[in-house]
């Protein structure tokens, strides 16, 4: 008996110390195509800004390389964060992707602002009305307007006006609802849409998010069947010791912004095992050390295969949290592309998993 585990990815695009954002994008764009190349299901894009560790700022934009540059894996954000666009733009954005890459785009949006409070009013100075409250209507207009029908609008002493993301709409990008609460699983549930659980935020709550979502689903003509996946932080190698040490500047990185300390470019391995952490910095990287997957690759596997089992998932986004070493290009990450690699490997040829299909 075998299971049809998929494997994803989510990338942030993080910047290393002495990478430029042209070396950070075009690793992982790489790192990109050789998901497209092993077969893992889809790989989508964060929105993050104003972070030195981070050059994810335009998942749309992303995409679009990423598409160029692949030929069979989904592509989408994970995910873009609404409060911050107007939604008929991103509808048109998202269109547009989905008319380049008819079938491959998937459009995960997400609730939170992505950014501290200064960026998230710099974002809204255009004066759009895209607010955190307004966020289940928003929803709701993004599907409607990327529809091939469109939506009418009702116009004050007129007939109703329709509005329609692209002129001539042959397929429609797949939304995706993001969250790491209740919120988010109810809002999908309610909407009939799919669902991801941001579980490598935390790590909490995830079961009771998704068994929110399942219990509560509205069966849409899209999507009649409820679907979800989870996020996950992995980081495989050769040996466990080798994939400890790789994890290393992404755990201290995260350690950081949860303490509030100064976020800077993520350091080399070699950095990280030089560097002395606080006692309370310390005590969450172990903390999130055993909620991470961080190991060989069979163990790797097993582990992530058994997230998903329990988790009722048939598909999980790992998100390849490899540092780099002082001798490594500035333009690759081997450590993440080494990741994917020994990941697949493992789950292809185990009698687990034996395929990566893609959807």
């Known amino acids: 008996m075998t299971s049809s585990l998929r494997l994803s990815v989510l990338d942030l695009v993080p910047v290393r110390e002495g990478q430029t954002s042209a070396d950070a994008v075009y690793a992982s764009l790489e790192l990109a195509r050789l998901a497209d190349r092993l077969g893992y299901t889809r790989y989508w ?15 749309p934009v992303l995409i679009a390389l990423a598409a160029g540059r692949t030929e069979r894996i989904s592509l989408g954000s994970g995910g873009v964060m609404l409060p911050n666009h107007s939604p008929f733009v991103l509808a048109e954005q998202f269109a547009m992707l989905e008319a380049a890459a008819p079938g491959r785009i998937d459009l995960g949006i997400g609730r939170a602002p992505g950014s501290d409070p200064v960026i998230s009013a710099l974002l809204r100075s255009t004066g759009h009305t895209s607010d955190v409250d307004s966020f289940p209507q928003n929803v709701h207009d993004i599907l409607a307007l990327m529809d091939a029908e469109g939506a009418a609008l009702s116009l004050r002493g007129a007939n ?25 699983a109810k809002l999908a549930a309610a909407t009939g849409v799919p669902y991801v659980f941001a579980h490598h935020f935390s790590g909490e709550g995830t079961a009771a998010a998704l068994q929110l979502y399942r219990s509560t689903y509205q069966p849409s003509e899209r999507h009649p069947e409820p679907r979800s996946l989870v996020t996950v932080n992995t980081v495989v190698a050769d040996t466990r010791a080798e994939a400890e040490e790789l994890a290393l500047p992404q755990l201290q990185q995260m350690a950081r912004l949860r303490t509030g300390a100064p976020m800077l470019a993520t350091p080399s391995v070699e950095q990280a095992l030089a560097t002395a952490m606080t006692p309370a910095q310390n005590e969450m990287i172990d903390m999130m050390r055993v909620k991470w997957v961080i ?13 998903a089992s329990r988790l009722g998932v048939d598909e999980v986004m790992v998100v390849p949290g490899a540092g780099s070493r002082n001798v490594d290009p500035l ?29």
């Open 160 to 184: 109703p006006y329709t509005v329609r993301a692209t002129p001539a709409a042959s397929s429609v990008a797949t939304v995706w609802l993001l969250g790491s609460s209740d919120y988010s």
């Open 331 to 359: 333009d690759r990450v081997p450590g993440r592309e080494r990741t994917l690699e020994l990941l697949g490997s493992a789950l292809i040829s185990s009698q687990t998993a034996p395929v990566l299909a893609a959807s």
């Open 45 to 59: 894009f964060a929105e993050h800004h104003n972070m030195p560790s981070v050059a994810s700022t335009t998942p």
């Open 295 to 307: 190991d060989e690759p069979a163990a790797a596997a097993e582990r992530l295969t058994d997230i």
